[in-house]
């Protein structure tokens, strides 16, 4: 099972894009929203991060809406 974390938004639109697509393939993911959540922002900011979404899979960060690149971590 992967492990899947997203940096977002709510008024992100790839973000919402991306929570749907992996919704889609049946995916379950922990999201943090960094306009409310100020841990997770100070997280975003530590990995050099300014920007949403980010996904975290399985470790490994993927900044914006890459269906490939997300595609190859789950191996869809």
Same mark, same amino acid.
């Given at each position: 099972m992967? #492990?899947i974390?997203?940096?977002? #938004? ?33 997280? !975003?900011?530590?990995?050099g ?5 980010? !996904?975290?899979i ?17 191996? !869809?």
């Amino acid at each position: 099972m992967n #492990t899947i974390k997203i940096y977002s #938004t709510e008024t992100c639109p790839h973000c919402q894009s991306a929570k749907s697509y992996l919704r889609s393939k049946g995916f379950k993911f922990e999201e943090f929203n960094v306009q409310t959540n100020k841990e997770a922002r100070q997280e !975003l900011i530590n990995k050099g991060y300014r920007g949403v979404p980010v !996904l975290v899979i399985d470790g490994v960060d993927v900044v914006g809406f890459d269906k490939e690149k997300i595609d190859q971590l789950l191996h !869809l």
